[in-house]
């Protein structure tokens, strides 16, 4: 049989057939207590009668001058801001106690400053007329509200469920060097933590696909008249991301045809490595210049009628004890299938 040089990959691989308002006061806000004598009846000489013009304030002999009206204190429905006109005591007596009834049941936070109890009359608070009740409310409902309303936190969210592994559904079994089935089922399986890059049971390459890596129609032919089948590859990530593997699988017709294709199979350009496990193995490596390049090395061998090639990139000068691991592992898995 006549050898055929066939370029592979760009490389001249040869085959020797292929390759996210201030707080109230109590001085702003409530009126001072009044005092108990005046609040025991109203003084009536302090009303005006209807008819008569006001002559100014008018008092009893003896009795007491009440206290003027504190400011702020709201004047009663329909009484005019005129000098000399005064709210009737009783009148006073229950604004005082409603705006301080008011502002201590509006805020705890709000103090007022009173020494002991006054215990007025229940129907003086009782006459109080309505607007004065609901202004001082309104005046103090500016205070802080008295207690915080509680939140409750939102409840943790349920933790996501585990995304099953798919199963695959690929078979083969071994025999006398002979692989049937799923050629994909022969490609090393990849290790604990890697990650593949395309479909997790690799692909099947089409002639053209293989033509390609090998260099063009003609390779696929020479390799046709070797008895070659198909093939299979699958590329991963270890699972220290530090390389990534690429597996290759060529089926022939017989394991001779596998064995001649495999010792043949070269990388021009690249110095030769030993291969450690693997008897019929031999390998090649590209060092990088530098050692932030990527440097790689590539494996070649056969297994019963199957050629495998191991390819493994890493950043800097590859240790060729990855490869020879890796092409001792494939072997193994191609001899037993399991």
Known sequence: MTAAEVPVSGRARNLLLLSWGNPLSAHDHVPP???????????????????????????????????????????????????????????????????????TTVSATVTVAVGKPDHRPAVAAATAPATATT?????????????????????????????????????????????????????????????????????????????????????????????????????????????????????????????EVARNYTLDGLDPIEITGDPAAHGYVDKPKQQAYTGSMSGISSQGDVQYIIDVEVKGTPDKALLSELMKRQRDWLTSGR
């Open 33 to 103: 207590a009044a005092d108990p004598a005046q609040a025991s009846a109203p003084d009536r000489s302090a009303v005006p009668v209807p008819g008569t013009p006001p002559e100014g304030p008018a008092h009893a002999p003896g009795a007491p001058v009440p206290a003027a009206p504190p400011a702020g204190t709201p004047d009663a429905p329909g009484t005019p801001d005129a000098p000399g006109r005064k709210l009737p005591r009783a009148v006073g007596v229950a604004l005082a106690t409603v705006g301080l009834l008011a502002v």
């Open 135 to 259: 202004s001082a409310a309104g005046t103090a409902s500016t205070a802080p509200t008295a207690a915080a309303t509680p939140t409750t936190a939102p409840p943790a969210a349920p933790a996501p469920a585990p995304v099953p592994t798919p199963t695959s559904t690929l078979k083969g079994t071994v025999s006398n060097g002979r692989h049937d089935g799923d050629l994909q089922y022969f490609l090393l399986p990849i290790p604990e933590g890697g990650e593949s890059y395309g479909p997790a049971d690799g692909m099947l390459l089409t002639d053209k696909d293989m033509g390609d890596q090998m260099g063009g129609a003609e390779a696929i032919k020479a390799l046709k008249s070797f008895g070659y089948k198909d093939s299979a590859t699958r590329t991963y990530r270890t699972a220290d991301g530090k390389a990534e593997v690429t597996v290759t699988l060529l089926r022939f017709s017989t394991p001779a045809r596998a064995a």
